[in-house]
């Protein structure tokens, strides 16, 4: 069994504004003037990288806040930015980063069969939003959390072996934590792990034990393109994706 990486629940600052902001115009180049967005920051090599949103729109970072922060894999991040330029050497802008925020990014997890519960766990979770961007599955969610246990949520196939690669099941392990306070979770699943769905769309069923009982979420997943739109966070939306 490969090792298992934890997640810690819960979110910061960034993750709360960007739910409850709404979408900022899109026509405005100045200093004072942000931008937030979840993307994918992308290594370039081992001392430079360039971040992608859900439409596939392309950043240069030119001015980084952060100048210690490099992923070594694609990485999904949540961004404070400011525009800088256009079209600036085959990239769509020029960008000052003002904050990087990484987000938990895994990979799809392997299904054990009757071990399953007592690996992924069967506590259920409130899903607020979830949605496939940049070749990612990505959830945000909301469940019971101390702050003082560390908590583990993955994605698995549906089925051991021999079943429908596209229909998987989004677990929690609480390891028993006991809170009375709800509290944010944001995790991307890398999806590059499917097979490649020709340059067709399908729809990805994802299972998931709520407080309400077992739902499944259906997405639609096209491994040849993105979802066509920048996604944002914002109270506007959240409801529109779930």
Not at 5 to 15: A, N, P, Q, R
Not at 95 to 103: A, E
Not at 122 to 151: C, Q, R
Not at 161 to 167: A, D, L
Request: glycine share 8%; proline share 4%.
């Amino acid at each position: 069994m490969k090792k298992m990486k934890l997640f810690t629940m819960g979110v910061g600052l960034m993750l709360m504004t960007l739910i409850f902001n709404s979408c900022l115009d899109d026509d405005v180049y100045s200093l004072d003037h942000t931008w937030l967005s979840i993307a994918t920051a992308r290594p370039i090599d081992d001392n430079s990288f360039y971040l992608t949103l859900d439409d596939s729109t392309t950043l240069w970072p030119g001015a980084p806040l952060h100048i210690n922060y490099q992923p070594t894999r694609p990485q999904r991040v949540q961004i404070n930015y400011t525009k800088l330029s256009d079209n600036f050497q085959g990239y769509d802008h020029a960008i000052k980063l003002n904050r990087t925020d990484t987000i938990r990014t895994k990979s799809i997890a392997e299904n054990f069969g009757a071990k399953n519960d007592s690996i992924y766990g069967v506590n259920p979770v409130e899903i607020t939003a979830m949605w496939v961007g940049d070749g990612f599955l990505n959830v945000v969610f909301k469940t019971y959390f101390s702050g003082g246990i560390t908590h583990f949520v993955n994605l698995i196939p549906q089925k051991a072996e021999g079943g429908n690669p596209y229909q998987l099941e989004f677990r929690h392990n609480a390891f028993n934590d006991q809170s009375d306070y709800l509290r944010y979770g944001l995790v991307a699943f890398d999806l590059s792990g499917l097979p490649s769905t020709e340059g067709k769309d399908v729809t990805l069923e994802i299972k998931t034990k709520t407080f309400n009982g077992e739902k499944v979420f259906e997405k639609k997943y096209n491994s040849g393109k993105n979802t066509g739109k920048e996604f944002r966070l914002s109270a506007e939306n959240l409801e529109d994706i779930i």
